[in-house]
């Protein structure tokens, strides 16, 4: 792809779009970069774009800025009704996002791996098994490293995490190996319907051929529907099957296109809780559909230690646990949560909705949960709907959350951080939001941890 000269648009200067600019500038295309935000409320360095000769201007609209434009680029967090790609696609500018970008200097194969929840924890296993066989690998995407900050590459394999919100914007992005974990209700007020939610999933299936490979869950229905219609070669996984990757036995097996055999006991896998018994199924998929021998894939699973801010301890004092789950972004994600931490909890939970209900958590929170801590936009909400099945206490912030639990723990308790909720109401992000829970943790307990 040959950008040199060429007068390219980048809205919106997040990971994505700072990623993206510097890709462009790098490939000397005269690149314009615009956000609406003031520099000030951004992440990036600007200095560093500017440097490249990137024209950066923030605070401002960049519909003015499309006269001459040959190209843009959107970020994630565009959606497609933006005015902006409106009069861009009129006016004939192509209209692309960041990872399709990207993808066009990648010619290392692609696993491409989406859905609802476990992505990130699937690409960081999947990119160990990678290790463990000795394949070099570049883990990115949605993860929190752009693909456009990793290309160009040209051997190993890219293990890319992508985004219903990027699979939008793609034309030619084709994974090699595309695996889709699961679905259910989230982003629905970007996407309307969880019908277009997963529509805009199953396009990580859209351009394959008989050459790739389709991994998906087979248990999930939206995704199997989808599933049917792609043409990559099928490699199912889930716990109630009997070819793929699947479970028998608490034991996990593989019978796919001739080869069969065990991999591991489920209970060897180092990381805990059904949710990661799913996303073990996935990477092992993947994995084999890349031609992995068994082995590596075994030594990965025991020993991967699992990523921040999923059901990640923190600290332990007078038998009390804290747990990080700032993750948990969804119900469905605080379900899995309440399934895998052992009971009395005490969850501290809230932030800003998604649009979903919270009834969904409380058969599992009547029978897990001793005490409900709610902060955030959603506080009056999970109140309202939960307050039947446990006892519920406000907290105006999280440090106000962490020390009523704290005051409210016994030994034995679980002190779980699993919001079930974005964290824009309150932080930059989740893992903003899951550093300072960390920090308030440390400082209650005077930095004395015990062990686990």
């Known amino acids: 792809m040959n950008l040199s000269g060429k007068n390219i648009l980048v809205y919106g200067l997040g990971l994505s779009g700072f990623a993206a600019s510097k890709l462009l500038a790098a490939q000397g295309a005269r690149v314009t970069a615009v956000d609406v935000k003031p520099e000030a409320a951004l992440k990036s360095d600007l200095g560093i774009l500017r440097s490249l000769g990137v024209e950066v201007h923030t605070g401002q609209n960049s519909i003015k800025r499309l006269n001459g434009i040959e190209l843009l680029i959107v970020s994630p967090g565009i959606p ?55 394949i070099a690998n570049k883990v990115a995407g949605n993860i929190g490293l752009p693909l456009s900050s990793v290309v160009p590459l040209s051997a190993g394999v890219a293990v890319v995490e992508v985004s219903s919100y990027q699979l939008e914007t793609i034309e030619t992005f084709k994974p090699h190996i595309a695996v889709w974990m699961n679905l259910s209700a989230d982003h629905l007020s970007r996407h309307s319907t969880i019908e277009a939610y997963a529509a805009a999933k199953s396009r990580i299936f859209k351009l394959q051929t008989s050459d790739d490979v389709k ?17 990559g070669r099928p490699l199912p996984f889930g716990f109630n099957i009997k070819s793929g990757v699947f479970l028998r036995n608490e034991r996990i097996f593989y019978d796919w296109e001739g080869q069969s055999g065990e991999i591991l006991p489920a209970d060897e896998i180092s990381i805990k809780g059904r949710h990661n018994l799913q996303n073990s199924l996935a990477a092992s998929a993947a994995a084999l559909a890349y031609g992995v021998d068994v082995p590596a894939i075994r030594e990965a699973l025991m020993k991967f230690p699992g990523l921040e801010h999923r059901q990640e301890f923190v600290t332990r004092k007078n038998g009390v646990a804290f747990i990080n789950d700032s ?17 009395p909890i005490i969850l501290i939970a809230g932030g800003r909705g998604k649009g979903e209900s919270f009834l969904p958590a409380e058969k599992l929170i009547r ?86």
């Open 215 to 231: 991994v998906y869950n087979a248990e999930d229905p939206q995704v199997m529907k989808f599933a049917a219609e792609g043409q």
């Open 327 to 343: 993750k948990s972004t969804n119900v469905d994600s605080g379900l899995k949560a309440l399934e895998t931490i052992e009971p």
């Open 367 to 452: 029978r897990n949960v001793k005490l409900l801590i709610t902060l955030g936009e959603t506080a009056e909400q999970l109140s309202r709907e939960l307050s039947d099945a446990v006892e519920t206490m406000y907290a105006k912030d999280l440090q106000e959350a962490v020390e009523t639990a704290w005051g409210n723990s016994l030994p034995g308790d679980n002190i779980l951080l699993s919001p079930m909720c974005a964290s824009f109401d309150m932080f930059e992000d989740f893992e903003q939001r899951g550093r300072i829970f960390k920090s308030i943790c440390r400082e209650i307990t005077d930095g004395v941890e015990e062990d686990k």
């Open 80 to 134: 497609l009704e933006h005015p902006l790609i409106s009069i861009a696609q009129k006016g004939g500018i192509q209209v692309v996002g960041e990872l399709e970008l990207a993808s066009q200097f990648c010619q290392a194969p692609v696993i491409g791996v989406t859905g609802t929840n476990g992505k990130s924890t699937t690409c960081a296993l999947i990119g160990a098994i990678l290790d463990s066989a000795g």
